[in-house]
């Protein structure tokens, strides 16, 4: 019975008597945590105050925001290393962003329901009504939008699970929401 072996008197793999790592998950060098992703992100993100100036606010109903030329309607299919980010929806669902940006590059994308109400806040990474800090215009602004709008959001929001991640986006991304939306004055006075 002397001859039995006892892991605890042999170096193990780190060097050290009786002390052995084994990997428990099948991670890769490619493997990337959504939370981390999103604490960096939001660390390095401004106050929205310095930012958001005279985003105003979403129509509370898509048939205001269609009628409201302040907005247009875009194609909301995202892509991402040459593949479109597909979300949980169909054609049941509509957006809108601000025609031109802010003084800072910023606008406001406001999502709409099958029932043409307003989606408030996150839906899913392309469903959702947030104000942008970067609304994209050209192929550059696309990029920054994609990587401090977009890809944050998905990170935070989706997949992190955790709805905390997603009030951290939310604190640096607010809500696009319908208070205080004035539509705009039709017809002959």
Not at 55 to 76: A, I
Not at 113 to 125: A, H, K, N, P, T
Not at 166 to 180: F, N
Request: net charge negative; proline share 6%.
């Amino acid at each position: 019975m002397t001859d039995r072996y006892k892991p605890d008197f042999e170096n193990g793999n780190t060097g050290l008597k009786g002390r052995w790592i084994f990997r428990s998950e099948r991670n890769s060098n490619a493997t990337v945590n959504p939370k981390m992703e999103c604490q960096s992100w939001y660390s390095k993100q401004p106050d929205p105050v310095h930012w958001t100036y005279k985003l105003g606010s979403c129509p509370c109903g898509y048939d205001q925001g269609k009628q409201d030329v302040k907005f247009s309607p875009f194609n909301n299919t995202v892509s991402w290393n040459g593949q479109a980010i597909t979300g949980n929806y169909s054609d049941k669902f509509i957006c809108i962003r601000t025609t031109l940006e802010n003084i800072y590059g910023a606008g406001l994308q406001c999502c709409y329901r099958e029932d043409l109400s307003l989606i408030e806040g996150f839906y899913d990474v392309q469903i959702s009504s947030f104000m942008l800090q970067h609304q994209p215009s050209d192929s550059e602004g696309y990029s920054t939008y994609l990587n401090e709008d977009v890809i944050p959001r998905y990170y935070c929001c989706d997949a992190s699970m955790d709805q905390s991640f997603c009030d951290m986006y939310i604190e640096k991304r607010p809500i696009g929401k319908c208070d205080g939306y004035i539509p705009p004055k039709t017809g002959m006075s």
